[in-house]
């Protein structure tokens, strides 16, 4: 008898766009729907997004952060502040939440956003691990939101430089979390064969 197809784990996906103007209604907050828009093409998994739009302080960002992983969220993703301006204070609150540091992430965002920009070094990006969350900083504009999510491609399609998301799924199956499964042409999962579930 064959075994009936796997259903995909659901996914709880916190949203945070950290921003004074876009908070206080000045102009047209662009994170949220960025992030909602390149998760629902990239994943296969049923998703339930948890949004919040919040200014730049740090004590605020920080409780927001906290409050979407004790609300069960097994991924949050920020987008702003995290440039050198003063009010740029999102890694603060990032890592003063932190239970451990994953370096990696940003590390190769600044080098998919150095193909693009010198000014790149200047953004300060992070991820931390904050219970069974991963809790990932990207940059504030849309463009660059899904540059460093879903990496660059050559002309022919071939991935020139992987974005970062492709090792989101298997670190989130390495702290607990649900197995997030990808569409490979907008971002082609990576996970050691051992770790690979049959197709759902």
């Given at each position: 008898?064959?075994?009936?197809?796997?259903?995909?784990?659901?996914?709880?996906?916190?949203?945070?766009?950290?921003?004074?103007?876009?908070?206080?209604?000045?102009?047209?907050?662009?994170?949220?729907?960025?992030?909602?828009?390149?998760?629902?093409?990239?994943?296969?998994?049923?998703?339930?997004?948890?949004?919040?739009?919040?200014?730049?302080?740090?004590?605020?960002?920080?409780?927001?952060?906290?409050?979407?992983?004790?609300?069960?969220?097994?991924?949050?993703?920020?987008?702003?502040?995290?440039?050198?301006?003063?009010?740029?204070?999102?890694?603060?609150?990032?890592?003063?939440?932190?239970?451990?540091?994953?370096?990696?992430?940003?590390?190769?965002?600044?080098?998919?956003?150095?193909?693009?920009?010198?000014?790149?070094?200047?953004?300060?990006?992070?991820?931390?691990?904050?219970?069974?969350?991963?809790?990932?900083?990207?940059?504030?504009?849309?463009?660059?939101?899904?540059?460093?999510l879903e990496g660059l491609?050559?002309?022919?399609?071939?991935?020139?430089?992987?974005?970062?998301?492709?090792?989101?799924?298997?670190?989130?199956?390495?702290?607990g979390g649900p197995y997030?499964?990808?569409?490979?042409?907008?971002?082609?999962?990576?996970?050691?064969?051992?770790?690979?579930?049959?197709?759902?």
């Amino acid at each position: 008898m064959s075994t009936p197809p796997r259903t995909p784990d659901p996914v709880r996906i916190g949203i945070v766009s950290v921003s004074d103007r876009a908070s206080s209604g000045v102009y047209e907050d662009k994170g949220l729907p960025a992030l909602q828009e390149w998760l629902g093409r990239a994943l296969k998994n049923p998703l339930r997004f948890e949004p919040r739009l919040i200014p730049d302080e740090q004590d605020r960002i920080s409780a927001t952060l906290i409050a979407l992983v004790d609300a069960g969220c097994d991924l949050v993703l920020t987008t702003g502040g995290t440039g050198p301006a003063p009010r740029d204070v999102t890694p603060e609150a990032t890592l003063a939440v932190a239970h451990k540091v994953m370096p990696g992430f940003g590390e190769q965002m600044r080098q998919i956003s150095l193909r693009f920009v010198p000014t790149a070094i200047l953004s300060r990006q992070c991820a931390v691990i904050r219970n069974k969350c991963l809790i990932i900083n990207l940059p504030g504009q849309p463009k660059s939101i899904q540059e460093t999510l879903e990496g660059l491609r050559g002309q022919n399609g071939e991935v020139i430089v992987s974005g970062i998301f492709a090792a989101v799924p298997y670190c989130v199956d390495l702290i607990g979390g649900p197995y997030i499964e990808t569409h490979d042409a907008v971002c082609k999962a990576f996970r050691p064969k051992s770790a690979i579930r049959p197709a759902s």
